[in-house]
């Protein structure tokens, strides 16, 4: 906890002489926020420059570098091989090594971070994009998806030629939302009798989207980011007669980037991971913590960001210019606290 102190100045010699003395014994609080911060980072699997969620939360963690003058062994960051193992090992080590909070990029942490929170019960922990993770070391920083979804579903519907839409989507990740029934409340709200196709994406996501096209699906919003299977397969199947969409998450899916997902894209949910990178370091800086009841039950805790306050937004490129107007009526009718989710 910092302290802050405040002086009356009068001008007077004796007075100035006196503050004088004082900032030499005392330097002044950025200085010693500079010397006296250990906060650490672990990217996982490709760390930066894989063009994904590492570098999305590199965005935050620079901007907080260069605002609180945070030097390489005040805010220390390595990158994993992507294994439970190595992830365990790199968070014993900044652990031991006195780095607190320590924050983890990307779900995948979630069972590392749970064998050491009880090794390390001192330690604060900060884990982006998982709200799995139970404990009061730890804050969960995550996104209100159902709003981007049901937005999805919105653009989905509006978009939709043969009446038929599908959704593939991952549970694991968090416990707060269920993003398929806000796609599906989405679309209805477009069209009440559109036919949702809906998967819990498993092993081979492929298949499961080449299943959907044959059931006269067009229009597809998917959080599967492992590969690009998913929007390969739309890609590959679309054409003229019968052209196919895809809605899908950004930063998660680094494959959006390419020609390919560029000739489908019809929309993507953008999660401000970069946002809640520098969030973690900034209240680290200032010893604070994030303290909302995710999930009081479980006993999850953290922050979720929402429309409202710009953590997440819906992006629609040039394909789905024309299903604007009707997202953003759905997004203010979110704003404005008529559409709860």
Same mark, same amino acid.
């Given at each position: ?136 070391? *730890?804050?969960?920083? &995550?996104?209100?998806? @159902? ?5 999805? !579903? %919105?653009?989905?519907? +509006?978009? #939709? ?107 993507? *949910?953008?999660?401000? &991971?970069?946002?809640? @990178? ?5 209240? !680290? %800086?200032?010893?604070? +913590?994030? #303290? ?50």
């Amino acid at each position: 906890m910092t302290l802050w102190v405040s002086f009356l100045v009068v001008k007077n010699r004796t007075t100035l002489v006196v503050v004088a003395l004082i900032a030499l014994i005392f330097p002044p609080l950025s200085s010693a926020h500079a010397t006296a911060t250990k906060i650490a980072v672990i990217y996982d699997i490709g760390g930066r420059g894989d063009g994904g969620i590492n570098d999305a939360a590199a965005v935050g963690i620079d901007k907080a570098k260069k605002k609180y003058g945070l030097g390489l062994l005040a805010l220390r960051e390595i990158a994993t091989d992507g294994t439970d193992l190595d992830r365990l090992l790199k968070i014993r080590f900044l652990a031991k090594a006195g780095y607190n909070p320590i924050l983890l990029i990307g779900y995948g942490f979630q069972s590392s971070l749970a064998v050491a929170i009880d090794e390390f019960p001192k330690t604060e922990f900060a884990i982006i994009d998982n709200s799995n993770v139970g404990q009061l070391n *730890v804050e969960c920083m &995550v996104f209100n998806e @159902a709003q981007s979804s049901y937005l999805a !579903g %919105v653009l989905a519907a +509006s978009a #939709s030629k043969t009446g038929k839409i599908a959704a593939l989507v991952d549970v694991d990740r968090t416990n707060l939302r269920d993003l398929t029934k806000a796609f599906q409340l989405g679309a209805q709200s477009v069209k009440p009798k559109i036919v949702v196709l809906a998967q819990n994406w498993g092993m081979n996501p492929a298949t499961d989207v080449a299943s959907m096209i044959k059931r006269g699906a067009d229009i597809f919003y998917s959080t599967w980011n492992q590969s690009s299977d998913v929007i390969d397969v739309i890609a590959s199947s679309s054409n003229a007669k019968k052209p196919l969409r895809y809605i899908g998450v950004l930063p998660d899916q680094f494959f959006l980037k390419s020609t390919k997902a560029k000739s489908v894209l019809l929309g993507a *949910v953008q999660k401000r &991971v970069d946002t809640a @990178a520098y969030d973690v370091i900034s209240s !680290g %800086v200032k010893n604070l +913590s994030f #303290s909302d009841i995710l999930d009081g039950t479980n006993g999850i805790f953290g922050k979720e960001y929402s429309f409202s306050d710009g953590g997440i937004d819906l992006l629609i490129p040039a394909l789905g210019s024309a299903h604007i107007p009707a997202v953003l009526k759905a997004e203010a009718k979110i704003k404005s606290g008529k559409i709860k989710l």
